[in-house]
């Protein structure tokens, strides 16, 4: 079925993929999995169109974890390099369709060139308001929660922040994607049923879609199931559906 151009009654504000299969892809051809990498940025490419047109405020995409380093370094320096093209190749179709790119994650192991090419990308397109992309590159929950709870710490320590005055919505503030609302839709390709140690906070009420289906085949078609998925579930968060029926 190809997507209906009807919007779905609950479109999600935020969606947060994890982009998994690249490897499994470019092995199932008998083809190196770096191979699955390339065509894993055409996927991506694909997707960040997907879903700014279908009016998603907030995108955010797992493209490498805190974990990842532990890879073959060649798999690892193709992913670098990829980074660095498809952003110097792409982020002029970013500024010219609105779309801000942000990049949450620990950056201080990234090199320099990738380094200087993010924050070239995030300034061309900080401006910009149609839809967030954040990239999740070196990102890891738990990473996230620690240079966290350090940076409050440091504050608490300093005078500028009172123990009392922590909130739950203080602590987000200093949580690397501060600023975009909690993902309401999960989704996971490549057929694995985890986390990864992706937003760790943040996914706390997202509903979760997992597919078969590996990154480079994504398709629209899966794309608008997930969002099909997403507008028939009901969200209680805590409450009876009853209570959510009547209110
Ligand atoms: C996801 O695909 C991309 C990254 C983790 C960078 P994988 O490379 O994990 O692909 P599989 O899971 O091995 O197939
Ligand atoms: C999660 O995928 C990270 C990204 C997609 C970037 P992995 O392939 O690294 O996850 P695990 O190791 O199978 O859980
Ligand atoms: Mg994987």
Do not use: C
Request: charged letters at 20%; a neutral charge; hydrophobic letters at 40%.
């Amino acid at each position: 079925m190809q997507s209906s151009s009807s919007t779905p009654i609950a479109l999600p504000q935020h969606v947060a993929i994890i982009m998994d299969g690249n490897g499994r892809w470019a092995q199932q051809k008998k083809m190196p999995r770096t191979y699955g990498h390339k065509k894993g940025v055409e996927a991506t490419r694909k997707a960040i169109t997907f879903f700014a047109k279908a009016g998603i405020k907030h995108l955010t995409l797992f493209a490498f974890s805190s974990e990842n380093w532990n890879r073959p370094e060649d798999e690892v320096n193709t992913l670098m390099s990829l980074f660095v093209s498809s952003l110097k190749k792409n982020t002029d179709e970013l500024v010219n369709n609105g779309i801000r790119i942000r990049f949450i994650g620990d950056r201080n192991a990234f090199n320099k060139k990738l380094n200087q090419q993010i924050l070239k990308s995030e300034q061309q397109t900080a401006e910009n308001d149609l839809m967030t992309l954040n990239i999740a590159a070196n990102y890891g929950g738990q990473w996230d929660i620690l240079q966290a709870t350090r940076e409050l710490a440091s504050q608490v320590q300093s005078g500028a922040l009172e123990v009392d005055d922590i909130s739950a919505d203080i602590f987000e503030g200093f949580l690397s994607m501060a600023g975009s609302p909690h993902p309401d839709l999960f989704i996971r390709t490549g057929g694995e049923q985890r986390i990864s140690n992706f937003l760790l906070w943040q996914l706390a009420y997202a509903e979760l879609f997992f597919t078969d289906v590996l990154w480079p085949d994504f398709s629209e078609e899966t794309m608008q199931r997930a969002l099909d998925t997403y507008a028939s579930r009901q969200r209680r968060f805590g409450k009876t559906g009853e209570q959510i029926n009547t209110a």
